[in-house]
């Protein structure tokens, strides 16, 4: 099934950064908005794979926070964020959006979003503190990924979605293939959904099954004070 119709079937104009991405979909032969649809799907599939290889080798702390980076990049899409400010609640409203559309065969998040900003500001700052009242287990990541996944699938279908993508301040990026200057992500994203919806076929998914390493965070040095 070809699914590259998903990320267009609410297309609108950018209301933001238009030069940019009217740049790198002229490139790509693609609509600006469909264009920043794919970038933006190409970005969370590398922070999901780049935490699932870290989750695989039970490197939890990187693992987290490069999952709670793609919840964050989610908070962006689905608020419209401009600016880069305000990441905390960004990541807030990244968490809210998987509590308010979650994966209905995965068990419910660990954590708050409070919860889940307290463990990115654990696992990006050197993993000094954590409040005692937060636990830290494989689950606040193998669940994190697992509704991360059922939104990244699902999420265009929010008829809400498509005016927040269009102003969310999300630049593209590029690089030189063979020569050419290309945007990265986007043709191999549009490639990937001939055949697969977003989240499918991703790498080092090994949190998608309940094997899974325990990680033991009752010790004062893993748990921090409160």
Avoid at 10 to 20: E, F, I, K, M, Y
Avoid at 90 to 99: A, D, H, K, S, W
Avoid at 215 to 222: H, K, Q, R, V
């Amino acid at each position: 099934m070809d699914y590259r119709p998903l990320l267009a079937q609410h297309t609108v104009q950018l209301s933001h950064d238009a030069p940019r991405w009217d740049d790198a979909a002229q490139i790509a032969g693609l609509d600006p908005y469909v264009c920043k649809a794919s970038y933006v799907c190409g970005v969370m599939r590398e922070f999901m794979q780049a935490s699932g290889l870290n989750f695989e080798h039970n490197y939890h702390l990187g693992s987290l926070f490069l999952a709670l980076d793609a919840t964050e990049l989610l908070g962006r899409i689905v608020s419209g964020k401009r600016g880069t400010d305000g990441s905390t609640e960004v990541l807030r409203t990244g968490v809210r959006y998987l509590e308010g559309h979650a994966d209905p065969q995965a068990r419910p998040l660990p954590h708050s979003a409070a919860q889940y900003v307290k463990l990115r500001n654990f696992a990006g700052h050197g993993a000094a503190q954590l409040a005692r009242t937060v636990a830290f287990t494989p689950d606040s990541t193998q669940l994190l990924l697992r509704h991360l996944a059922y939104v990244l699938n699902t999420m265009w279908e929010d008829p809400s979605l498509s005016a927040n993508l269009a102003a969310a301040e999300i630049h593209p990026l590029f690089t030189v293939v063979k020569g050419s200057r290309q945007p990265v992500y986007v043709r191999d994203i549009q490639e990937h959904l001939m055949t697969s919806q977003p989240a499918d076929g991703l790498e080092h998914d090994c949190w998608r099954y309940d094997e899974a390493a325990i990680l033991d965070n009752s010790s004062p040095s893993a748990s921090g004070t409160a």
